[in-house]
């Protein structure tokens, strides 16, 4: 069906790529010519597929996932595969197996994640849009890290059909590019049902930006603006807010109690998930081989020894350890409930406002290695994750800069108000241009 | 608070390998992080869930399955068209 | 014998006869194709694929739920069952675990003793994948390893869950026939496919601990692998020593049970909800389900509408194939038919197709119906009968053409032979003239003449003479007399050899 070829030769010299397809062939249609990067947790036919793991080193799916079926049918030109934390598992890129991806903005710090690879690409004018995928933030993330514009759909909006799992309940393929309305057009390729999904809705969006918010109203969460956040990115985002404010919307103080337990309740049910989700790799069907020479477990054993990265294993005991017999009902059963509350305040919240809005992060992209003990590093994602939890949209647009850094106002929205958030998103870019 | 049998034993159960090294680091990195976890103790609540989406099915269709040559294209060993597998006793 | 000490409960797992697997659209029609070439991304558990719920899997669940009497939960979910197997593709099966689809409902079967009904109660019903499959290659010089085919792997099951009720093998062997019969009337479950029954069974001796044999696929196979561990049990507690609480394997071939491994029996399988999966409420689908004829109902039938006997009617309908035979055979509503067919196919059909390996469905009704007519109609004696009956499976068995009972009965020279060819008997034992002597009346005359002692015996009472005179008779004219025709003239003749 491809009646064309893109030739694609980026100067990566931010090790944004970990597959580069020189002659991407592409068809007609609305993204016609467009280059494309792809992260590499989404399986693409034909093409290397590795979650930046050693222990899916030569994977080659022999299937595309559902939205590269949709890329392909609107002629779009799959440019390569991205550089990401292994299997989604980081807040900064340096969890690759294959080298970190430096951010564009200062080639020392992190360009965010775990989708830096597709953030960087674009920031660095390599492609024009890409896919990422966002389980507790990593899309919005190294958006906001590298100033540009990513959306984490609704839950079930986007297929997952093909995306190599890492917390099932949590995670969605989303569009990141350098403006809202790349964002909005990608978005309407990959956006709708699909039979395979069965968390799949049939919601499609056909949304183009509208930057009219006369009377809106915008909750701000206290605790978005509280101790751990930066005081300098505090600011610049609450200067972008009273932009809104200057457009017509009206800010409201919330508050949403059950951050004091979203990051726990996350990192609980994500481990889990992950846990099971990554049990498959075992040298069997895929990847490098396990050896026959040794018994069964022995094998298994040393091929997640030597095909899983520290953090990986480590999330994967955690939750082992989580869903364990005796420890089932401490630890995720509790943080189900706790993913209850968080959704009921954010419901609870929406009826007294239309979107909420705060930092997207609560620093600034962080020096490469500065962040080297695991818990400093989950609580970074403290203002991304009850997104997740609460299966709701949200968008980090840039807003401004912190000691040279971008900066990410995120806006969250209710469930299945994607176009409202890129409304909000779309008409802070017109006026902060 | 585990100790570093506990986390070998964890690691056993997850039938994961760590090296000796790590298992000092990961003790520490376990109970700080299993400590954060505490505050899920105090989470009060039914667990209601309020769920949507239910009956999600499809038909009882047959459609194609993968060549033989796909299943078996990844796979470092094969024999006759099965895959190879370390033995288990 | 029913012993009150012995506890039995199973748990049994049958592949449901869906056309596609339970959570793809791989055909389940895999046994006569190639290792590996029924697999999708899905059942293959390749990254990044989704599972999408088979419809009819649970469809058919509900029917088995409903003819057990058990009710069907307002809401049922699956499951993830973790565990490292290379025949678990996913290192996770998808099943049921604290929200199945059914709970409660019995089983009826005849008790060991009184002869009366029992009831088995169910725990749960609930649905499943199956694994891949297994094969263990050992001992060459690449050394031992094993090789896997996920053609299985997704296949939907049924798992149905006794509770302990069930005091003797042989109660278990009942209640899985009963089960197995009830599947098959509902149209959900096929017997013959191999593979396609496994059963766990769970055994103590009452006061002792409970012994989990895992795995037998053979209905004798339980039975065998019960009995056994009944006398194994026993005899540890009479020796004084204690049962342990283990797993154990049955090992068909040898009819023993081993202990497993002990790495299998301590397993956490850390069951969270699937969710990749939306919860299923398919309470109100309960009602509109309509219940075919099932094999009680059909036994009661059996007897009232064909007077069959309670035993007859029991081992007819005890398969669906057999009852549906045996329909196909008296379908012309000819009553005189009715027992005829009954008691061949009960006690010498099925006989003759366990003796050669071979089930009811290689043998068509119509062939049958006409031998029972020639029996009927006088042209074959029962014991040519049996002999027709053996060349018809061995020519099927073989795959040789096909020949009518007639043709057989020709070419085996066994069509019955009587005094008078064209009338059935009157008395008369003078040949017709210008005929050749009747076979018959010649054999009587022969024996009679070779054997003067037995003639001797019976003439001074011996009744065993005259049985072994008839034997002669049989023997020489090769089972082609009719019983009652040879013993009238047998009687005859001797009366006449004294004139």
């Known amino acids: 069906m491809a009646a064309h070829e893109t030739g694609f030769n980026p100067d990566d010299r931010y090790n944004a790529f970990l597959t580069v397809c020189r002659k991407a062939p592409h068809g007609d249609g609305k993204l016609a010519g467009i280059a494309i990067a792809v992260k590499d947790n989404i399986s693409t036919q034909g093409i290397e597929t590795t979650c930046a793991s050693k222990i899916l080193k030569g994977y080659i799916p022999p299937y595309d996932a559902h939205v590269v079926d949709l890329l392909k049918q609107s002629g779009a030109a799959i440019a390569g595969k991205t550089n990401m934390d292994e299997f989604g598992m980081g807040t900064t890129t340096e969890n690759s197996a294959f080298g970190p991806t430096l951010n564009p903005c200062d080639t020392t710090r992190v360009p965010g994640g775990s989708s830096g690879g597709s953030a960087a690409a674009i920031a660095a004018g390599m492609v024009r849009m890409a896919l990422g995928t966002d389980t507790g933030g990593s899309i919005r993330c190294p958006a906001a890290f590298c100033g540009i514009v990513g959306l984490k759909p609704t839950y079930g909006r986007v297929s997952r059909y093909g995306l190599i799992a890492y917390a099932n309940s949590l995670e969605q393929i989303g569009p990141m590019a350098g403006n809202v309305s790349d964002v909005s057009l990608l978005m309407q390729v990959i956006a709708g049902y699909d039979r395979r999904d069965s968390t799949s809705y049939n919601r499609p969006y056909t949304h183009t930006p509208n930057p009219d918010i006369k009377g809106l109203a915008i909750g701000i969460p206290q605790e978005y603006f509280g101790a751990g956040v930066d005081p300098k990115v505090a600011e610049v985002t609450k200067r972008a807010i009273f932009r809104l404010e200057e457009l017509g919307a009206t800010a409201l103080p919330c508050s949403i109690p059950s951050m004091e337990y979203a990051l726990a309740a996350y990192y609980v049910t994500c481990t889990s998930e992950a846990s099971s989700n990554l049990a498959r790799f075992d040298g069997v069907r895929y990847g490098p081989a396990a050896d026959t020479k040794k018994s069964w477990h022995d094998a298994y054993r040393e091929v997640r020894r030597a095909g899983f990265g520290a953090e990986v294993r480590r999330r994967i005991m955690l939750g082992t350890f989580a869903l364990s017999s005796g420890y089932y009902g401490k630890y995720y059963a509790k943080a189900q409930v706790a993913r209850e509350n968080v959704k009921k305040d954010f419901a609870r919240i929406f009826s007294e406002v239309d979107v909420i809005a705060g930092p997207t992060m609560p620093t600034i992209a962080f020096k490469l290695g500065e962040k080297s003990d695991p818990l400093s590093m989950y609580l970074a994602d403290i203002l991304t994750v009850p997104v997740n939890l609460a299966n709701i949209p949200a968008i980090s647009v840039p807003c401004g800069k912190v000691d040279g850094m971008p900066v990410g106002l995120q806006i969250m929205g209710k469930p299945f108000e994607d176009e409202r958030v890129v409304d909000v998103a779309f008409a802070y870019e017109q006026v902060a241009a | 608070m585990v100790t570093e049998n506990d986390v070998r034993d964890i690691a056993e159960l997850a039938d994961i390998g760590i090296n000796t090294e790590e298992l000092g680091p990961f003790t520490d990195q376990f109970n700080a992080i299993l400590e954060y976890f505490d505050v899920l103790d105090r989470v009060q609540g039914d667990g209601s869930v309020i769920r949507d989406l239910s009956n999600v099915m499809r038909e009882d269709a047959v459609e194609p399955s993968l060549p033989q040559g796909e299943v078996l294209k990844n796979a470092a060993f094969q024999e006759d068209g099965f895959i190879r597998a370390p033995r288990v006793m | ?499």
């Open chain 3, 1 to 499: 014998m029913t012993d009150a000490q012995v506890i039995v409960g199973l748990e049994v797992h049958c592949q449901l006869d869906t056309q596609s697997k339970l959570f793809c659209g791989c055909s389940t029609d895999y046994r006569s194709d190639g290792p590996n070439t029924h697999v999708c991304p899905v059942c293959l558990g390749l990254p990044g694929s989704m599972p999408v719920l088979n419809k009819k899997a649970i469809e058919y669940a509900m029917k088995v739920a409903k003819a057990l009497n058990c009710s069907v939960l307002h809401e049922a979910e699956f499951s993830r069952k973790n565990y490292f197997y290379p025949d678990l593709d996913k290192a996770y099966q998808i099943t049921q675990y604290d929200k199945p689809l059914a709970e409660g409902g019995y089983v009826e079967i005849e008790a060991d003793e009184g002869g009366g009904g029992k009831r088995v109660q169910i725990t749960r019903i609930h649905v499943e994948e199956d694994p891949g499959r297994l094969v263990h290659m050992g001992n060459t010089e690449r050394g031992r390893y094993s090789l896997v085919d996920y053609n299985r792997a997704g296949i939907p099951l049924i798992e149905i869950v006794s509770e302990p009720d069930m005091r003797s093998p042989k109660e278990a062997r009942k209640f899985l026939n009963k089960l197995r019969a009830t599947l098959e009337y509902l149209g959900v479950f096929d017997s013959e496919k191999e593979g396609s029954l496994r059963v766990d069974a769970n055994i103590s001796i009452k006061g002792s601990e409970r012994v989990e044999v895992k795995n037998i696929s053979s209905y004798k196979g339980v039975e065998k692998a019960l009995t056994f561990e009944v006398t194994r049990q026993k005899n540890l507690l009479r020796r004084g020593q204690r049962v342990s609480r283990e797993t154990r394997h049955f090992l068909e071939a040898r009819g023993i049970t081993q202990s497993a491994r002990s790495k299998e029996q301590e397993h956490d399988y850390r069951y969270f909800p699937e969710p990749d999966l939306r919860p299923i409420r398919v309470q109100s689908w309960v009602d509109a389900i309509v219940l075919p004829e099932l094999p009680d109902a059909r036994r009661e039938r059996f007897m009232a509408q064909y007077g069959c006997s309670a035993n007859h009617a029991r081992t007819l309908t005890g398969e669906l194939r057999l009852a549906n035979f045996y329909e196909q055979v008296v379908a012309s509503g000819q009553k005189d038919l009715f027992t005829l067919a009954a008691t061949w196919i009960a006690d010498t059909l099925i006989g003759e197709l366990n003796y050669r390996n071979m089930t009811i469905d290689a043998v068509k009704s119509a062939p049958f119906t006409k031998l029972l007519g020639h029996i009927q109609g006088d042209e074959c004696t029962d014991k040519s009968g049996v002999e027709v009956l053996r060349v018809m499976l061995d020519t099927i068995k073989q795959g040789l053409p096909y020949e009518t009972p007639l043709a057989i009965l020709d070419r085996l020279n066994l069509r019955k032979v009587s005094v008078n060819i064209t009338k059935p008997l009157a008395y008369g034992i003078t040949p017709k003239s210008g005929v050749e002597p009747n076979p018959i009346i010649k054999a009587i005359s022969e024996v009679l003449t070779e054997q003067p002692r037995a003639v001797e015996d019976f003439r001074k009472g011996k009744k065993e003479a005259f049985n072994f005179l008839i034997g002669q008779v049989m023997k020489k004219t090769r089972g082609r007399a009719d019983p009652k025709e040879l013993n009238q003239l047998l009687v005859e003749a001797l009366k006449n050899r004294e004139a």
